[in-house]
């Protein structure tokens, strides 16, 4: 649980505290609330005032700082727009005017997908060392985020199956690969992600872990544990006969235009598609 300190106003530190609590009796995933928390911590030492006396020019400022990629900018207006939203409810109002209110939507370019290639992945897999090996199969042939790693227990595994704790609480259920079943059939009972002292690794811990040992020691410095996500993603689609609900539900997205980002043509695919045109003569 990320915990509220040091931010400048007092009446500040209690509104996101109150507002951590409200995200958590909503079943807010951990990882987002404390997400949100420290981004919140964050702009209210960066304002003037902090958060409970800023303006919407003040937060326009904090938020569109040079060099920030427009996701970034997106997901901080977004954080600002709940909190302020909670913070001044009529029904229950903390502050009587809401700063965010006229903030302008950040427009973020469409993403492509960037799946590794075949070969990268082979590498890795060849040359890693557990535990972050096994972390890296369930990214690729399962198609883990790395908060669903952290909270993996071998008793969710199964030669047949595997089901996944997701995000805001949502659960799924996908086939097992047999080099996952390979991997964790051996493993005591408890959590499959582990710290070095042998204690259950946080969605942090398994994400700042899995990338050093990527791109640090592996030397795949592209190369980050969503992009094996996205190499699963691409792959169940195009297996799957270029299903896109197959994909959606093997993926844990609550939409399908989630699904489209991680979902790429192949080059064959292209080259065949285009090999087929009949021009006119």
Same mark, same amino acid.
């Given at each position: 649980?990320?915990?509220?300190?040091?931010?400048?106003?007092?009446?500040?530190?209690?509104?996101?505290?109150?507002?951590?609590?409200?995200?958590?009796?909503?079943?807010?995933?951990?990882?987002?609330?404390?997400?949100?928390?420290?981004?919140?911590?964050?702009?209210?030492?960066?304002?003037?005032?902090? !958060?409970?006396? /800023?303006?919407?020019?003040?937060?326009?400022?904090? #938020? $569109?700082?040079? =060099?920030? +990629?427009?996701?970034?900018?997106?997901?901080?207006?977004?954080?600002?727009?709940?909190?302020?939203?909670?913070?001044?409810?009529?029904?229950?109002?903390?502050?009587?005017?809401?700063?965010?209110?006229?903030?302008?939507?950040?427009?973020?370019?469409?993403?492509?997908?960037?799946?590794?290639?075949?070969?990268?992945?082979?590498?890795?897999?060849?040359?890693?060392?557990?535990?972050?090996?096994?972390?890296?199969?369930?990214?690729?042939?399962?198609?883990?985020?790395?908060?669903?790693?952290?909270? !993996?227990?071998? /008793?969710?595994?199964?030669?047949?199956?595997?089901? #996944? $704790?997701?995000? =805001?609480? +949502?659960?799924?259920?996908?086939?097992?690969?047999?080099?996952?079943?390979?991997?964790?059939?051996?493993?005591?009972?408890?959590?499959?992600?582990?710290?070095?002292?042998?204690?259950?690794?946080?969605?942090?811990?398994?994400?700042?872990?899995?990338?050093?040992?990527?791109?640090?020691?592996?030397?795949?410095?592209?190369?980050?544990?969503?992009?094996?996500?996205?190499?699963?993603?691409?792959?169940?689609?195009?297996?799957?006969?270029?299903?896109?609900?197959?994909?959606?539900?093997?993926?844990?997205?609550?939409?399908?235009?989630?699904?489209?980002?991680?979902?790429?043509?192949?080059?064959?695919?292209?080259?065949?598609?285009?090999?087929?045109?009949?021009?006119?003569?």
């Amino acid at each position: 649980m990320f915990t509220v300190t040091a931010t400048r106003a007092p009446h500040s530190h209690d509104l996101i505290t109150a507002y951590q609590r409200h995200l958590q009796v909503l079943s807010r995933a951990e990882a987002t609330v404390n997400t949100y928390a420290e981004e919140l911590c964050i702009l209210d030492r960066t304002l003037p005032e902090g !958060l409970a006396y /800023a303006c919407g020019d003040e937060l326009r400022d904090a #938020i $569109h700082v040079d =060099g920030r +990629k427009p996701a970034y900018k997106a997901k901080l207006t977004a954080i600002v727009g709940g909190f302020y939203a909670w913070a001044s409810d009529p029904g229950n109002p903390r502050l009587d005017y809401n700063p965010a209110a006229h903030l302008s939507r950040v427009k973020v370019p469409a993403r492509s997908p960037r799946p590794i290639s075949n070969e990268e992945l082979a590498d890795i897999l060849r040359r890693a060392r557990e535990p972050m090996r096994t972390w890296y199969l369930l990214a690729a042939a399962s198609g883990m985020r790395c908060c669903e790693i952290a909270d !993996l227990d071998r /008793a969710d595994v199964t030669a047949e199956q595997t089901w #996944i $704790h997701g995000k =805001g609480d +949502k659960e799924r259920v996908v086939p097992t690969h047999p080099d996952v079943w390979a991997a964790v059939q051996q493993m005591p009972a408890g959590p499959i992600a582990r710290t070095r002292a042998g204690r259950p690794a946080n969605r942090i811990q398994v994400q700042e872990r899995a990338n050093y040992h990527l791109q640090a020691t592996l030397g795949h410095a592209a190369v980050s544990m969503h992009r094996l996500r996205h190499w699963y993603g691409t792959h169940v689609y195009q297996s799957a006969g270029r299903d896109l609900r197959v994909a959606q539900e093997l993926l844990g997205h609550s939409t399908p235009q989630t699904t489209q980002v991680y979902v790429a043509a192949t080059a064959a695919a292209k080259s065949a598609a285009v090999s087929s045109l009949q021009l006119p003569t």
